[in-house]
């Protein structure tokens, strides 16, 4: 058997690190996939793919003519379509699969959350009164903020907000993770937030900004995860690794 092919469907700091570990390995091919929704992604350590596929059965096609072995999922906890069609790919191109998804967060002592199920929950859940909300979600859903006109927003994204929202109030930052607890608190009280909306994302990355309103006694709504899919999942790259490991042990012995 050759060296076994592994796709990756990636645009998080866990993939990026399982493709890193796998280049320098150097026991197997690996393609790394990104959605193309960021403007600028971040420079790759394997060859990277760019775009949609155009659905679970075109993604399915394309594992089968490219003779993959093994379709990771790496993408954000929150992507349920494309996870959604990764399973169904896998299964009918007939491969393993896994999913690496980081643990959610947990509450903790002095954590004020509002556990809701959606952005627009959230939103709706604000109340009628005017409010300052941090909304730390990205771009992807911030048209949403448009059905509460009468809050004062702060949106934070990684790419600009096209076209910009149609609100009387509100500040846009374009800034990218890791944050500090430090930069997340000045930000928090500069603009005088007393809510944030946020994805129970899990990780390190973005996880400040949970510590400051815990420090500033600020209310989160916590956008919770949807249930996960049926494939397979771990929780560390350690543990995608022996996933690996045992199902192509031969390329590993090779690789060493």
Known sequence: MGRPRILVLGGTGEARLLAATLAARDDCDVLLSLAGRTEKPAAQPVPVRIGGFGGAAALADFLKAGGYQLLIDATHPFAERISANAAFAAETAGIAAIALRR?????????????????PAAIEALGPSPRHVFLATGRQGAHHTEAAPQHHYLI??????????????????????????????????????????????GGAATYAKIEAARLLGIEVMMVARAPACTVTAVDTVEAALAVIDHLFPSARKRGV
Not at 107 to 119: A, C, H, L, N, T
Not at 178 to 193: A, M, Q, S, V, Y
Request: hydrophobic share 35%; with cysteine.
């Open 156 to 201: 934070r994204s990684v790419d600009p907000v096209e076209p910009p929202l149609a609100l009387d109030h509100v500040d846009y930052v374009i800034d990218r993770g890791p944050f500090t607890l430090e930069g997340e608190c000045d930000l928090l009280k500069r603009h005088h937030i007393d809510v944030i909306i946020a994805k129970n994302s």
């Open 103 to 119: 643990p959610e967060w947990q509450r903790m002592g002095g954590d004020r959350w509002r556990e809701v199920q959606s952005i």
